[in-house]
């Protein structure tokens, strides 16, 4: 077989696995704003089964994210997530970056191994700068109503190397890969 229908069946097969159905959702996304980044779309998504819904109960997203057409632009750099309980766990294992307050609201910043920070407000901190926290382990609580909620929820953002990315993908698995026989 020649190298390159060996490398055409690859592709084949690395696309029909990037295709498998993923978990359900549970809100509507625009498939525009999945697309607007690609570079951090792909990011999240290499981390993707390392975390954990940052909330307990049923997931359910208020607000999606709207990335912004340019950097400085108006947008939403997150989710709103509802509350079955105020407590806020950890998405992910890393290092606390930043515990305090920011203008008028508490805030939770984590760095995770590969280079994800993980944001959360508005958040009265448990932890401390420095801390390592891990998966699920208790942050802080929701204390306020997030701006453009109407009780309170959990603003949950994610970033890699400054750019704002969808945090559900960082919930969504990729899905098993399987390589063609060579034959």
Known sequence: ????????RLLLAVLIALAAPAAPAVAPVRASALLDD????AAARSAAGTYRPPVGGAL??????QPPPTPYAAGHRGVDLALSSPVVSAAGSGVVSFAGVVVDRGVVVIRHPDGVSTEYEPVTASVT???PVSVGQAIGTVSGVHA???APCLHWGARRNGTYLDPMLLLRPLGVV???PDG
């Open 148 to 150: 453009g909620c109407s």
């Open 60 to 65: 359910v997203v208020l607000r999606a994210f």
């Open 129 to 131: 700068q420095g801390a």
């Open 178 to 180: 399987r390589l063609l």
């Open 38 to 41: 690609v570079p951090a779309r």
């Open 1 to 8: 077989m020649s190298r390159s229908l060996r490398a055409l």
